[in-house]
């Protein structure tokens, strides 16, 4: 199907918008006040240890953010305008024998290196 869905292809860049306004919500409301706070006091090992395990779970809110925006959102936008044209790069792969894709991959790989 030729047809690019652009509704679709909105849908998933306004997801990575949102995911970017949402980490940038994390960050002002849960991180930068943590270490803003431990910034203007002395260097107290507690109060150090404390800021860091407060700031895992914003931590990883942000990582799984970040993996949901690039990974499903923006390679699904993105594939879905190119109208998913690695599918016809598979398919030649995949109807090649494995002798003939490791000396395409070695023709590859030894023009990398002399080049």
Partial sequence: NPATRWGYVATK???VL????YTYYVFVRLCIPQFRS???QLFNR???????F?????GVLVLLLGFFAFLHC???AFAEMLCF???MFYKV???LSMADITQILNLYIICKLIL
């Avoid at 949102?18 to 306004?21: N, R």
């Avoid at 507690?46 to 860091?52: E, F, I, P, Q």
């Avoid at 407060?54 to 914003?58: A, K």
């Fill in 85 to 87: 044209a690695d599918r």
């Fill in 18 to 21: 949102g995911c970017l306004f």
């Fill in 38 to 40: 431990i910034s203007l």
């Fill in 54 to 58: 407060n700031s895992i779970l914003p």
């Fill in 93 to 95: 792969l995949l109807s």
């Fill in 13 to 15: 860049l306004l997801q």
């Fill in 46 to 52: 507690r109060a150090m240890v404390l800021c860091v």
């Fill in 74 to 76: 923006w390679l699904n």
